[in-house]
């Protein structure tokens, strides 16, 4: 069972950085010796200067920013990657034809992808989300609730305050995403503007955007928080512009270009749930090993739910055709005749979880969530799943970004609930009275 949940690619990866021996057993004990140990929590590790010797050596190995390490692994992998297996074409990229079953891992099925530089992204995101993890559930040890006091104010580009842990996570995605070699721009929530990675004369392959922690206003009573992503295939011919305007056309891409999109979730367990373009899947942490294992493939939101979730305590300000479906639904006269039930965490990606696994619609009437960072990447997964993103009148994917924080109404859900929401015509909230928190 040790050996069947390490990847082909995992291995070859270990073996080519020298950093353990070929056995399956050893890498999967070697790996959970690192990731229980208590420096991994620590973003030094990132950069391979903190950890376990092995843990050290791969990071230095695998995440320099040089591109010898790439062109190493883009040169002996794709050749494992072909061992028994066929390959053929999805949305003009190669992937490799495998059965999904539960047990095998997240770096497995980003091998399916068929191209070694999606492999060290997730890797790098994996690690990223493990070691938020590892710092949300530390927080109070580590004194990291509150507020950032950091120099150049406490709050984000969008004029929010920022806790200490946003600021943490967000450090932790950058680092991460930079040290993979793969990525030539980042767009996150909490800067200002999105910005190349790539070193001079180089270019990564992909464009990844960011949430790096939605829900952190919960932080200090435990409730779940998340990290939301994007990828993007970088754009051709831009490299005569400045870097600064490479990085915004790269990152105002509509959410039809997608190449991946998906979502940590950090609560009783730590989840990573996401998709290719081809179906999603969810898969959860095992502390143990220190891996993502498939345990939900091939996710199917319910294509009609009974739970609807929003802050009821705008009522009062919200249009006619929204305060009539919310009344209509609650009531069972519906198009479904069971009364709906209110479920509502105010955690972006808690409440679109328990949408995507028990079906209803997940919302903000209000022009508050971010189109690039949230938006479009969880719009992405609903569709994967058989479900729907909308901003109440057009499909979220779309719509293309005209500000890398452009904000709009955001509904989510099973694909009946969001048709049937969307008949009742008036159902954003234009018009925002403010409310303090």
Known sequence: FLVTVVSIVEMATLQLSGCVAPLGGVIVREQAASFRSASFGNPAVLRGKSGPPNQRNLMRSLQSSGRDNGDLVRQRIPAVLRIGSKLRTSRGRHTISCALHKGMSLTQLAAQQGNPEMVLVMGQIQLAC?????????????????????????????????????????????????????????????????????????????????????????????????????????????????????????????????????????????????TFGAGTHGFTLDPDLGEFVMTHPNMQIPKRGQIYSVNDARYHDWPEGLQRYIDTVRQGKGENPKKYSARYICSLVGDFHRTLLYGGVAMNPRSHLRLVYEANPLAFVAEQAGGMGSDGKRRIMDILPDAVHQRLPLFLGSPEDIKELESYGDVQQLVNPGYEV
């Open 130 to 274: 493990k070691v938020i993890a590892s710092k949300i559930a530390r927080a109070g040890i580590e004194d990291l609730y509150g507020y950032s006091e950091a120099a150049g104010g406490s709050t984000n580009a969008s004029g929010e305050s920022q806790k200490k842990l946003d600021v943490v996570s967000n450090e932790i995605m950058v680092d991460a995403l930079t040290r993979s070699g793969q990525v030539h721009v980042q767009a996150s929530e909490e800067d200002e503007e999105p910005f190349v990675c790539s070193p001079p004369g180089q270019k990564g392959r992909y464009v990844v955007v960011f949430d790096p922690l939605d829900g952190s206003r919960n932080i200090e009573c435990s409730v779940a928080t998340g990290t939301i992503f994007g990828i993007y295939d970088a754009l051709e011919g831009v490299d005569g512009l400045s870097t600064e305007e490479q990085a915004m056309r790269n990152a105002l891409q509509p959410g039809t270009s997608l190449v991946a999109a998906g979502y940590a979730l950090y609560s009783s367990a730590t989840m990573l749930v996401l």
